[in-house]
């Protein structure tokens, strides 16, 4: 049995046996080594050296399917969905059309039961609600850093353990593979 189902000799009838009692615990508890961390840890380290982190897989478009067929299976698409919606409406120029495209990423993603509502706090999208108006290319910065951080520090981790990752970072192994071959083949036909 683990830690926390040991009973121990301390008196349990008084309040500070109890308090004891669950002290020790809870100390057993937090100084025991938690091997799925370890793993979890490890396997994050190891993509990490390999140059891979959710920037990376955000910046081709190959990784961007591969992740959004992976959140598909989380049923949090609408986080990827609208952070390459936040990338594109940074491009726009026209005033007319960042006001277009700020009301339709409003409506879409952050207004209270949005089609594909993503989770952002009450405060956060009362400031993006009262920017609508005229809305800045930064209005919707701080969403699209919140949703980014949700996907980085809860599916990502999940992401980089999938079947989809490993077939994502097979093809990636085998293209710098031929990207390789290729250059070593040029070398040597110089």
Not at 22 to 34: A, D, G, N, V, Y
Not at 41 to 51: K, P
Not at 114 to 141: A, G, H, M, W
Request: proline content about 3%; some cysteine.
């Amino acid at each position: 049995m683990n830690g926390l189902c040991k009973t121990s000799s301390v008196d349990l009838h008084g309040k500070k046996g109890i308090d004891i009692a669950w002290k020790s615990r809870i100390h057993t508890f937090i100084q025991t080594p938690l091997l799925w961390k370890k793993i979890s840890r490890q396997e994050t380290n190891e993509a990490n050296l390999l140059g891979e982190s959710l920037e990376t897989v955000l910046s081709r478009k190959s990784g961007q399917m591969v992740f959004r067929e992976f959140l598909k299976l989380e049923f949090c698409e609408e986080s990827l969905d609208f952070w390459l919606a936040c990338q594109e409406f940074k491009t726009f120029d026209s005033p007319e059309e960042r006001t277009q495209r700020a009301a339709s990423i409003y409506e879409e993603f952050i207004k209270a039961d949005s089609p594909k509502q993503v989770n952002l706090d009450f405060y956060t999208r009362e400031i993006i609600r009262q920017s609508l108006q005229q809305p800045s290319s930064s209005c919707f910065t701080v969403a699209q850093k919140k949703i980014y951080s949700l996907m980085e520090n809860g599916s990502f981790p999940r992401f980089i353990q999938s079947e989809h990752y490993k077939v994502l970072f097979d093809a990636a192994s085998k293209q710098r593979g031929l990207g390789k071959h290729r250059q070593a083949v040029r070398i040597k036909s110089t």
